[in-house]
């Protein structure tokens, strides 16, 4: 079993940055695939990346260039680095590990952290 707790997440104007953070207890952290994924009022939750262990990643389209993921396995910790921020930014980020198959579909994740706001407003 994979515990997840996302920190970092608060009201930031259009333009700012935000990092959060994704702490994971249980089984070695080396071993998982992690990811984030976002879900703003009214609407589906939406994939925004992916990060294999080795560090290459993969990201949506709608935050390439402006988001950058790392993790340390010796710190059971990923990042989310999240830099010129726009309001269709604001959301519920979650932080989730262990894909089998479609890494974009929800349903592909087994752990998801209890989610922490992002909100970009002026």
């Known amino acids: 079993q994979v515990h997840l707790v996302e920190s970092g997440g608060g009201l930031v104007q259009p333009g700012g940055s935000l990092r959060l953070s994704c702490v994971a207890s249980?089984?070695?952290?080396?071993?998982?695939?992690m990811g984030w994924f976002r879900q703003a009022p009214e609407k589906e939750r939406e994939w925004v990346m992916i990060t294999w262990t080795g560090g290459a990643a993969d990201y949506t389209d709608a935050v390439r260039g402006r988001f950058t993921v790392s993790r340390d396995d010796a710190k059971n910790t990923v990042w989310l680095q999240m830099n010129s921020l726009k309001p269709e930014d604001t959301a519920v980020y979650y932080c989730v590990a262990q894909a089998a198959g479609e890494y974009t579909r929800p349903r592909t994740w087994a752990y998801w952290g209890q989610g922490i706001q992002v909100t970009v407003s002026s």
């Open positions: 249980g089984p070695p952290f080396s071993n998982y695939t």
